[in-house]
């Protein structure tokens, strides 16, 4: 957001998760948002898997406030129904592969389907997806966890061709695709051993001193938390 402007509109999508919950808390400290709307599966309903209630939510903001100026989506998971990511393709299982990308690509692309229009046409406004490092296809290098990498490749793709769609109805958009860094939440607990760790908070508000940094140029981009763009 542009330092100067008040009375902003944000959504944080996933505000029940780790990252997500810290994101809301750094808004909602920022005097230059007026509202902060939290949705999550577990404390308002809003399913990734479930579409009528991505169209229910979206319905409800655009019926509070008509247009928005940020939706930040800190949905995703890496573990499923208990089962971890793989290590090798023998143990790819189709049915757990469906479902991260039904959480981590499709559903963020159901996000962009219902909040896109409801950000502003004629000034700045921001959609911003967590994605992770590890779906860049060209920072590859240790292999494993193909089913989670796969999802977030697409969801990169997702939003890269969602961004230049959304840029012509509203040119001053910025859609992106953000990594967090190894951040300390349910989701990292099993796996962040040998990896910088940070803070939800301190996460949070890199990640949002990223988006302050970006204009509508940089829409479409992939950027982690210290605001570098990464390969796709
Ligand atoms: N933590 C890290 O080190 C790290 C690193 C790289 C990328 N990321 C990415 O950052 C994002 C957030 O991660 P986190 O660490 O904050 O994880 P987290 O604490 O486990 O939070 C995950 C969030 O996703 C929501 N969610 C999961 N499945 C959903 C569904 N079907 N419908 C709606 N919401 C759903 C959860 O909602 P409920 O709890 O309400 O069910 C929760 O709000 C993820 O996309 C993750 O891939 C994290």
Redesign the pocket.
């Given at each position: 957001m542009t330092s100067l402007e008040t009375g902003l509109k944000a959504v944080v999508?996933?505000?029940?998760?780790?990252?997500?919950?810290?994101v809301a808390a750094a808004l909602e400290a920022d005097r230059r948002y007026a509202s902060v709307i939290r949705l999550?599966?577990?404390?308002t309903g809003?399913?990734?898997?479930?579409e009528a209630?991505i169209r229910q939510a979206a319905s409800d903001v655009g019926d509070r406030f008509g247009t928005i100026d940020l939706v930040f989506?800190?949905?995703?998971?890496?573990a499923?129904d208990g089962q971890g990511p793989e290590k090798t393709i023998r143990a790819i299982d189709p049915a757990a592969m469906a479902k991260q990308f039904?959480?981590?690509a499709i559903?963020?692309a159901l996000l962009l389907k219902h909040f896109a229009p409801l950000l502003h046409r004629d000034r700045r406004a921001v959609f911003a997806?967590?994605?992770?490092?590890?779906g860049s296809i060209g920072d590859n290098r240790l292999g494993g966890w193909i089913s989670?990498r796969a999802a977030?490749a697409a969801?990169n793709q997702i939003v890269r061709t969602a961004a230049i769609e959304i840029a012509r109805s509203r040119p001053l958009s910025l859609v992106v695709a953000?990594?967090?860094?190894?951040?300390?939440?349910?989701?990292?607990a099993d796996?962040?051993r040998n990896?910088a760790?940070?803070s939800?908070a301190e996460?949070a508000a890199k990640l949002l001193a990223v988006l302050e940094g970006l204009d509508s140029s940089r829409t479409g981009g992939f950027f982690a938390y210290d605001g570098q763009s990464i390969e796709w």
């Open positions: 999508v996933g505000a029940s998760g780790g990252i997500g919950l810290a999550s599966r577990s404390q809003l399913d990734l898997v479930d209630t989506d800190a949905t995703g998971a890496l499923m039904a959480v981590n559903g963020p997806t967590l994605s992770a490092r590890v989670y977030k969801l953000l990594h967090p860094g190894t951040v300390e939440t349910s989701l990292s796996f962040s990896h760790v940070f939800p996460a």
